[in-house]
Every structure is written in C-alpha cells, then in structure tokens.
C-alpha cells in the first residue's frame, strides 16, 4: 500500500511555488534582479526562494511578484496558489482583482488604489 501511496504522490505532485515563479521568469525573459527590484525585496530573499523549494514567501510578497511579471490573471492565481494563498473578496483582494483585470501592473498605481479604498499597501 506504502508504494501505490508513494506512486500517487509522484503522479500528482505539481509544480512547487518557485518552480512556477522562475518558469514565469524566464518565459518573460526577465533577469532576475529586474524583478526583485521591482518587487523591492533584497537579494538574499530571492536567493532564498530561488534555492529553496519548500519556502513560501509572505503573500503579500507573492502577490508583487505576480504583479512584477504582468501575469494574467489565471497565472497569477496559478502563481498564488502554489504558494498557498488565494484571493477572496475582500476589498484588498478585490484591488488586486480589479487591476489584474484592467491590466494595471504599476505597484505605485496600485498601493494607491489600495490605500484609497482599503487604508493599506502592497
């Protein structure tokens, strides 16, 4: 029974948060220092995450680099759920919701939105 457990996981294992992050990184075919700048976390964190395939950022993190990249927004939710996380219908999420629709991938565009309507940024 252990060996059909372990062949099921094998089969049904996605793809981990920083193998979908760094897959969306080069399809893009952006350097990797353009997008933690953007997301303005230091280097040593992107190492992190680059090396480590069992760690998972704060959302808040993973939301900016989905923004960074310019995702659609089925990516983005694939990108976010791998880490875990989801967007609900809270007027934070909704913001983001609302600018992954519109396409709006500016964080200062955004954070303004989000402090407009919600009291708090990226």
Do not use: Q
């Amino acid at each position: 029974m252990k060996e059909v457990c372990k062949d099921y996981l094998s089969h049904s294992r996605s793809m981990c948060f920083n193998e979908i992050l760094f897959s969306f990184i080069d399809e893009k075919g952006v350097k990797d220092s353009e997008i933690y700048k953007k997301v303005d976390i230091d280097r040593k964190l992107f190492s992190k995450i680059r090396c480590s395939s069992n760690y998972i950022p704060r959302r808040n993190v993973v939301i900016k680099l989905g923004l960074a990249l310019c995702l659609n927004r089925n990516d983005f939710n694939r990108l976010l759920n791998s880490a875990g996380y989801s967007l609900s219908n809270t007027r934070f999420d909704l913001v983001i919701a609302f600018c992954l629709d519109k396409k709006i991938y500016d964080l200062n565009i955004i954070n303004d939105y989000l402090y407009t309507y919600t009291g708090t940024v990226l």
